[in-house]
């Protein structure tokens, strides 16, 4: 299996911490967020790794060979030339497209501003089939990725297996919300084609697409698991607030 990072976002609402530096190597107590997610991966016998990587991407191509040897594990950089003026469809659709080309393999996809309890992506790891972290305990918002399933399969305490995406998205209505999509998802090496085709679809369509939106379409042609977060802890990290929020957490994770 393979850990993906996706690292190559300017962080503008974070600014002035990014002016010299992306948002993943941003410290957390001396630790960048990138170390620390490749650590949580590597605690889910994850060893080899992609990072995609654009804004200021020499600090982090440099900073990849040092963790390489520090932790015993593979990393390859791959660039998204076009970072500025593209989203996550495409730096996804970069690493996906390589890994199709070269061996088809599991993949867990993170990205590189989350800050998230280990055991979220030791779970997930454990999937068979495709699959999407879902929190079902934070209270919703705006600014929250919601999903609506439906055809649901349910789990023995009533909580949503697996489903169908019927609607993804941040302006989704908040009752009719099944939960919040994280941004931790997997994909198994069976559906990396028909992954990239539906990348490829909304990349023609609008390059600044989210890569979240092809899970709608992919959970019609195959099985995917909601994994639950059941309280396991997580931020993302878009502005100053979420810096905050992300510094206590980490505090509160490795205490």
Sequence with gaps: MIGVILAAGMGTRLMPLTKEIPKALLKINDMTLLERMIINCINADISKFIVIVGYNKDKVIDLCPKLEEKHEIEIKTIVNEKYDVTNTSVSTYLASKYIEENGKEDFILVNGDNVVDREIIVNLAKCENTGMIIDNYKELNEESFKLIIRNKTLNEDKTIASGEIEAIGKELDIPSSSGEFIGVSKVV?????????????????????YYDFAYKELSTITPIDFVLTNGLKWTEIDDHRDWEIAQKLVEELES
Excluded: K, S, T
């Design 189 to 209: 090496a069976d559906n990396i084609v028909e992954f990239n085709r539906i990348l490829e679809g909304l990349i023609e369509e609008d390059p600044q697409n």
